[in-house]
């Protein structure tokens, strides 16, 4: 062999497979990132399990602890939280969410317009107008709804302007 001439090796690979083994090589990619996420939640669930049970074990252990029925309410309460000073309050639920929903509303943030009153004339046009572009459409359009051959939605609006004109007459 030539010295500093490197042998040659020919890919055997078929180049029409390549885009399949792609998609193949991203689909277990995804595969491995659901199972990945699936094992993550089972992980935190199994945590969550696991300091229920040691605040449950902690209470039932200890002799020292009992708890009266005022307290088992309070326990048993969704409403009620402790904080960590050792204060028992209620959960104020909804109320926060709507009150924060609320500061973006745009009547709330847009000064107020007054209410335009559409004329009699100008209704008048606006069913003039929609009478025109009907009858334009059914006359450029196929059937099936398509525009015809060598028309454009321009061509529709100009039809429509010259029978509005012919309509207002």
Avoid: Y
Wanted: net charge positive.
């Amino acid at each position: 062999m030539v010295q500093g001439v490197r042998e040659f090796q020919e890919d055997f690979r078929d180049d029409r497979r390549r885009q399949e083994e792609r998609a193949d090589s991203r689909r277990e990619e995804q595969r491995r990132e659901q199972m990945l996420r699936a094992q993550e939640e089972s992980d935190r669930q199994r945590r969550e399990d696991e300091r229920r049970q040691d605040a449950l074990r902690t209470i039932m252990n200890d002799d020292s602890i009992e708890i009266t029925p005022e307290e088992r309410r309070l326990i048993n309460n969704p409403e009620m939280r402790m904080m960590d000073d050792g204060t028992i309050v209620k959960r104020n639920r909804g109320s926060n969410r709507a009150a924060f929903a609320n500061q973006f509303r745009l009547d709330k943030l847009l000064p107020r317009a007054k209410k335009v009153v559409r004329k009699k004339a100008r209704k008048e046009l606006d069913k003039l107008q929609a009478q025109a572009f009907r009858e334009a459409n059914k006359i450029l359009r196929t059937k099936s709804g398509k525009l015809r051959k060598g028309v454009s939605q321009s061509d529709v609006a100009k039809r429509a302007q010259k029978i509005l004109k012919r309509l207002r007459k």
